[in-house]
């Protein structure tokens, strides 16, 4: 995905229109990519790519690869080469992969 085209997806997942969050309910959502990175960086997992697998197969995504969580642990503020939009389900299956392994509780 090209610059241009990942700033469209940016503002997509914002759910930007001119240049400004618009307010869905009240609420504002964050991009699936932005919500992995935080978690990869607070649970201290960025270096652990075969780690990072075992959890996205224990919540039951098995499509995966360390070339996929390096494109989807990049923030989508600044998008950059190799930026890939990391679909929900994905994101919820390492959620559940975390809570699987023990890694988060309740």
Known sequence: MDYENAQKEHRKQLN?????????GGLEFIP????????????RLQREKE?????FKKGGYDDI????????????????????????????????GLHEMRLVED
């Open 16 to 24: 930007l229109k001119n240049g400004k969050p618009s307010k869905t």
């Open 51 to 55: 780690l990072q697998m075992e959890i």
């Open 65 to 96: 690869s360390i070339s996929k969580i390096d494109a989807w642990v990049k923030k989508t503020g600044t998008p950059s080469k190799g930026f890939r939009t990391m679909p929900r389900e994905a994101l919820d299956a390492w959620i559940r």
């Open 32 to 43: 699936t990519n932005d919500v992995f990175h935080h978690f990869t960086v607070i649970l």
